[in-house]
């Protein structure tokens, strides 16, 4: 089985054996046929036939033209495109589940996934799936229906926001390694404190006032956002699980009973 996730910065294909995940490649966004190639390489010696889950997320990325790639060379391998109608999560929102979220097919297929991939590694308790991309979602599934989230801009969005406020501000570069200070003593230290421990502080409160029990790190900035949130948020709870949304698609295709709610 293939599981792809096509985001707004990034794409990433997860080759899933047996339910057990074989390899994971990615590529930028811009660049599809990268991801293909890699994936297709590693495909080579795979069973004659597979079948792919698409959850595009962005706008960009064009289902239809990336399975007539894929088929040129693999022709007998078969396509799903995930919509919320396929992942086995009852929808709800704050007044309960039979009110239900309004207009779920707005809602990114990715996060519902990884949503859904959050409850099924740490069943029966309320839980928060954080994807930390080009914009950082805060998702909550509690009594094992999706309620909702939040949406706050990602870390390199809010680093591109500060020449717009002032021209004495520069574009900061992230160095995705080292947590930043506080307090600082440089312009440059000062903007990068800001934008980093404003989206920890993000978390933080979603994650106390929804009363999740277990929080789970995706997305490209994941890394960097668990190395801060540790300090704050005990081992028990905080899980960094980089295939989060891979991983949803993989429980669907493999393990999941279809929801006809």
Known sequence: MIALDAGNTRIKIGYYNNGQKNTVVFADAGSPGDALQQVLHVLHSAAETQHWYLAPTNCRFHCDSFIQSVRKVRPNDTFETLTYRQIPLPLSNRHGVSKGIAQPEKIGIDRLLGAYAASVLRPNVPVLAA????????DLVRDGSYCGGATVPGLRFLADTFPRISERLMRIDLPMQTIPPYPCCSTEESMLSGLYWTVIGAIRQFAELSGAEAIFLTGGDSNWLYAGLQRYISAERLVLQPDLVLDGI?????????YSG
């Open 250 to 258: 993989n429980y669907i295709g493999n393990y999941a009973p279809p």
């Open 131 to 138: 994807d930390a991309g080009s914009a950082v979602t805060i």
